[in-house]
Each structure stands twice: as C-alpha cells, then as structure tokens.
C-alpha cells in the first residue's frame, strides 16, 4: 500500500498487492467474494454475518453472550442488537499489551510523551472510583468540557466503566450553550479544566462552567489561583483507587454518550449513543481508514464533537494509538507533531487543510509516515486535497461523510477501489443508501437516505421525535424499503464515485433549477483572488430566488466587487448553467461556523435580508 502513489490528477489507484494487507482485503476473503462490489452487497443484505465478522475481528468482549446479532422484531425504525447479552464496551478498550502505547501526545512546546494501555486503563479505573466514592451511579449523566488530552480521554473511559452516560460538551462553547446542553442531557456533574493554554495564552473553561450553573465540578489543572465553588473537587482530590470500582455491565442497548449535532440546519440534535455505537466508529474505521494495531490515528477534534469519541474507539478498539496534540491544529507545531509522532492515518476538516496551504505549515517536515488521509465535516475542495496528498507522496484520502445521529459515516471511500480526491467510492460497509429525486425517484443526483437498520444509526432523541425525525413521511425505497432521512445532497459520478452537494436545506431554485449551494461554491472557488466562498439564495420581498454570493478574498487580493463579480460569473457561464446570475456579491472577512467549523449559510440569508429590508 505504502508504495501505491497518486496520479498528478489525485487518483490514488489499488494495485491486487496493496489490497492484500489491508482489513478490507481480510473481509473479502472471509466473506469469499471477488469484488468489493459483491462485499458492499454481502455486507448489507448479509448484516447479521458482517457485524459478527466484526465483533470477532475485533476481539469484542462480552460478559454473556448475544442470543443473536439482530432481533427485527420491533421493525427496523428500532432494531435490538445483541439482545440477551451483557457488556460493557470500556473492556475492549484495553486489549491490546498493556505496555504498547494507547497515546502518544505533546502539549505546546513540549516534549512528546507515551501513555502505555495499561496507564490508561489503571487512570480510568481511577475515575471509575472517584465517580462511584461521589456517590454517582451507573446512568447518570456526567458531562465532560475541555480538550482533548490524555486525561480527557481517561475521564471519558472512566465515565463508561462506572456505566455513567458521558455528555460531549465542545470546549470553545459560550456559558449560555453549555448550560442548555447541562440541561438538556440531565447532567448531575462535570469534568472540566482550569484554563485552556492555546497560542501561548490562557483561556478561561472553569470560569465558563461557573458560569453556566453546572452542578459538581471536577477541575483538572495545576492553576491554584482558581477560586473554587464549594461544591467543586480538584482533580488530584477525586481520583480514587484503580481497584475500587469494578466494571458495570450493561445491556447492548444501554445508553453511553449524549451528543449535540453541529446545529448546521437548526437547534442541535440531542443524540444518544448506546454502548454498540462504538462498534459502527471502529468498524469503518478497520474497513475503510484501514487502522490496524500498531498505527497512530491522529484527528484534531474536540470530545463534544462526534469525532471525538469516535477517535478513542477507533484507535483502541483497533488496538491503535491515538495521537493527541495538546493545542492549536492550524499550525507548523501541530504539523510537526504529526511528524515526530509517526503518524499513519492523519484526519481532517477541509478548513484546516486550507490553512495549512495558505500558510505553508508543512514546510520542511516529513510526513512519510502516513499511509492515509481522512476528511469530514464538510465539502472539500478539490485543491486543497490534492495539495494534503501531494504532503504524503500522494497517498489517498478516506473521504468520510455521515453524521452524529449514525456514529460514523454512510458514504466514504474503501482501499479496494480508486481514490480520487474531494470524491467517495462507497456507501460504508454493512450501510446502505440510495438517492432520490424530487418525485421520489432514483437519480444521479438528489437527496440521500438510508436504509436501515445499521448499528450506529440513532433510535431515540432526547429533544424530538425521532420518527418525526428521520422517518415521518419518507418516501419508500426502489425496492419497497423503509427509508431514512438524511439531509445531504448527493451525485452520482459518471466515473462510478460521488460528489456531497452540501445540506439539501441548501439547496436553491435559481430560475426553475434546482442547484446546491457547494455545486455553485465549487465553481466560484476557481476564481482568482478567492479564499472561501458561500453561496446562497434569497427573496427579498417574496418573488423568485436570486443568488447571492459572500467572499472572503485571500490576503493581500483587492476588495473589486465589480471584477470579482465578472469573473464568477464568467465562471458560472462556462462550468454550471448561464441562467444562474449572481444578484449580489458581499466581501466577508470570516464566514460564520458553527463551533464545529460549519459554514452556517441559514446565517448570511437572515444577514442579507437584514440588510436589505433596512436598504430600502
Ligand atoms: N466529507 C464530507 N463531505 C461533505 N459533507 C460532509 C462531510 N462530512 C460531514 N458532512 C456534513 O456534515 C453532516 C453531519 O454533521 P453533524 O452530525 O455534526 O450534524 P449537522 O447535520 O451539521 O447538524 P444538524 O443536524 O444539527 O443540522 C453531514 O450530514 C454532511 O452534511
């Protein structure tokens, strides 16, 4: 595999000897197929043999064993996995030698540091005991809130082992957020750090929880400055003793992790995890990030996003390292950690590659130790991908797109089949979807569902209905399948790949045509000068939808609305359709994202409108 380059095109092409190493070559074999195709298909209408493939691979410890691996019984809305078995998935955590590395991390300027299996295991069997000796009981609901470091993680674990329920909260939310979040997950505790030191500077995190009315806070840091609330504990106060606290053994179904959609399209999502949504994490990322024991994944991300939980399953459930850089992502230092550390699978978001590029942070270093990339979180550009690979002598992105509410993804990309950048090659393994168009129709392009059932994918929200959700009024499937919801838009690609179109909420009708706002951005990206683009359709006092484009020019490029304007519409004239005429274009210094890092377009709409009704 190593030796298997791109193309100057960004193809990176599977030779039969790259294949035979890798977790997908094993399952085709196990499965006795001879294409991927044939093993996608197997995986989806065989489901019950691919998840057992998976929990045996894995080593998945169950303290009494499943009666089966799928009860239907209830419909596929609410599939029982596992029924009659009992375990706690923090077990499988630790299965690798308890003296190979589980983290490998550097705090800013730092030295880099190793913490072995059985470390973790010992630190989170502390947290266990502390939770326990508080009086907290299996089900409660503690939440965490800081970076993602070491201890972090063992907190996270330890949650787990006392059979509490962890609740993601991003460190970078403001008090208002967090205390909505406190209380729409029930939390009778939290985990939290002093200050956070980033970019040489200290910022405030316990102040915030304060803030926010928390109930008992654990503080983490070595600040003594910090004025403490009385009902709060240090952290070197609370850790208990590693073997006061066995392991609580749950019901496959048993609630693990309350987590927060990025609130892209409206209010955040409350999404539960049960203790099998771990399996979905690290079974795409055995398949399709191909993590294999010995790796280190490195994904800069935060506990209160999807991705952060799914980076501690991915890597230990896979018997992997999981590589932590203790500070800003968006600069040479964290590049360099991915040297110095050895990264094999480095994970991204499309906005920090952009940065990267803009302000050459891998200069100089060596990243030869990667064997693959992974993208998510949002479209990606095309260049800038191509730019991440050439970083890593071509080496192939997993394009990964799903969402919190599937604990993983339904599109991405396998080793068994060419990757090409900013595309996908395949609906994930044991998932399947199809794309309809507005009559309901299969098409080449439209909007995604799923079918269900998969492990991962949600069956309860805590602030919806999840019927209401993901199910009410779905259209059925070409062969008569219930179908899920999802959102994205889609495209088929002539070559066999597929294209994100972005949120079908925003998707336009510009004269009668249905666009989406990513195909339109892709084009506009081309234009010279531009660092970012969002493109978006309004009304202005009802009528036909006009289109209307925010820029954020690259540095040191004039501010020429008129020129600017004229060239993207020269560009939308030649690659899209020349009926779509740019209405406005407004020169932006930032878009607005979400703390996920999501350009949230639904806030430039309300902004335009805004400011034109005080226009006129
Ligand atoms: N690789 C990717 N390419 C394109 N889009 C992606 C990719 N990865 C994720 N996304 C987008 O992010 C979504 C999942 O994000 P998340 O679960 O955080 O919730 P959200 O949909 O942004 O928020 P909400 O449901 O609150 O609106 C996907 O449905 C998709 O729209």
């Given at each position: 595999m190593k030796t298997v380059k791109a193309n100057s095109a960004g193809v990176w092409t599977p030779t039969p000897e790259s294949l035979?190493?890798?977790?997908?070559?094993?399952?085709?074999?196990?499965?006795?197929?001879?294409?991927?195709?044939?093993?996608?298909?197997w995986s989806v209408h065989e489901r019950e043999r691919y998840w057992a493939a998976v929990i045996d691979r894995l080593g998945i410890?169950?303290?009494?064993?499943?009666?089966?691996?799928?009860?239907?019984?209830?419909?596929?809305?609410?599939?029982s996995w596992f029924p009659g078995a009992k375990m706690n998935i923090v077990e499988s955590c630790f299965s690798a030698p308890a003296d190979s590395p589980a983290i490998v991390y550097r705090a800013e300027g730092g030295e880099l540091s190793v913490i072995t299996v059985g470390e973790l295991k010992t630190m989170s069997a502390r947290v266990a005991s502390g939770l326990v000796r508080c009086g907290f009981t299996p089900g409660d609901a503690v939440a965490i809130m800081m970076p993602m470091t070491p201890e972090c993680v063992a907190i996270y674990l330890g949650i787990l082992w006392a059979g509490c329920v962890a609740v993601s909260i991003a460190d970078s939310f403001r008090p208002k957020e967090v205390s909505t979040r406190l209380e729409l997950s029930n939390a009778v505790g939290i985990f939290t750090q002093d200050v956070i030191r980033r970019g040489g500077k200290s910022h405030p995190l316990?102040?915030?929880?304060?803030?926010?009315?928390?109930?008992?806070?654990?503080?983490?840091?070595?600040?003594?400055?910090?004025?403490?609330?009385?009902i709060d504990c240090r952290w070197s106060d609370f850790l208990g003793d590693a073997d006061a606290a066995p392991v609580v053994v749950q019901d496959p179904s048993a609630p693990l992790n309350i987590l927060f959609s990025s609130g892209t399209t409206g209010e955040p999502k409350v999404i539960p995890w049960t203790q099998t949504t771990p399996l979905k994490c690290a079974a795409d990322s055995h398949f399709h990030?191909?993590?294999?024991?010995?790796?280190?994944?490195?994904?800069?991300?935060?506990?209160?996003?999807?991705?952060?939980?799914?980076?501690?399953?991915?890597?230990?459930?896979?018997?992997?390292?999981?590589?932590?850089?203790?500070?800003?992502?968006?600069?040479?230092?964290?590049?360099?950690?991915?040297?110095?550390?050895?990264?094999?699978?480095?994970?991204?978001?499309?906005?920090?590659?952009?940065?990267?590029r803009a302000t050459g942070a891998t200069e100089?270093?060596?990243?030869?130790?990667?064997?693959?990339?992974?993208?998510?979180?949002?479209?990606?550009?095309?260049?800038?991908?191509?730019?991440?690979?050439?970083?890593?002598?071509?080496?192939?992105?997993?394009?990964?797109?799903?969402?919190?509410?599937?604990?993983?993804?339904?599109?991405?990309?396998?080793?068994?089949?060419?990757?090409?950048?900013?595309?996908?090659?395949?609906p994930t393994l044991g998932l399947d979807m199809v794309i309809l168009n507005e009559a309901g129709e299969p098409a080449d392009s439209g909007e995604v569902f799923l079918v269900p059932p998969s492990i991962g994918c949600s069956t309860t929200l805590m602030n919806k209905d999840h019927h209401e959700a993901y199910y009410a009024d779905t259209p059925k499937g070409p062969n008569g399948e219930r179908l899920r919801r999802h959102g994205d838009q889609m495209e088929r690609l002539p070559g066999g790949g597929w294209r994100a179109l972005g949120r079908a909420d925003d998707t336009m009708n510009l004269g009668g045509i249905k666009v989406s706002s990513a195909e339109i951005e892709r084009v506009l990206q081309t234009a010279q000068g531009v660092s970012e683009t969002a493109a978006i359709a309004v009304a202005p006092g009802g009528g036909p939808s006009r289109l209307v484009v925010y820029v954020v020019a690259a540095q040191g490029h004039?501010?020429?609305?008129?020129?600017?304007?004229?060239?993207?519409?020269?560009?939308?004239?030649?690659e899209l359709n020349p009926l779509f005429k740019i209405h406005d274009l407004v020169f932006i210094d930032a878009l607005p994202r979400t703390t996920s890092n999501k350009v949230m377009r639904r806030v430039l709409r309300d902004q335009f409108l805004q400011q034109s009704q005080l226009g006129s």
């Open positions: 035979v190493d890798t977790n997908v070559g094993w399952l085709m074999r196990h499965a006795a197929v001879d294409s991927y195709g044939d093993l996608h298909a410890q169950f303290h009494q064993p499943y009666d089966r691996v799928l009860d239907l019984s209830g419909g596929v809305e609410s599939p316990y102040a915030s929880v304060k803030e926010a009315e928390a109930p008992l806070a654990i503080v983490i840091g070595d600040d003594e400055g910090v004025e403490m609330r009385e990030h191909d993590v294999r024991p010995g790796d280190v994944v490195v994904w800069p991300t935060n506990i209160g996003w999807m991705m952060g939980p799914w980076l501690i399953f991915s890597s230990l459930l896979n018997r992997a390292t999981m590589g932590l850089y203790c500070g800003a992502p968006t600069g040479a230092e964290f590049c360099r950690f991915v040297q110095d550390s050895r990264t094999t699978m480095l994970g991204v978001v499309p906005s920090l590659v952009k940065t990267w100089g270093l060596d990243w030869s130790s990667i064997r693959l990339f992974s993208s998510t979180g949002e479209c990606s550009d095309v260049g800038d991908m191509r730019w991440l690979m050439e970083q890593a002598e071509g080496r192939p992105i997993i394009e990964y797109c799903g969402g919190t509410e599937i604990g993983g993804g339904y599109i991405t990309n396998v080793l068994a089949r060419p990757c090409v950048a900013a595309e996908f090659n395949t004039p501010q020429d609305k008129a020129s600017m304007m004229e060239h993207m519409q020269c560009a939308i004239r030649r």
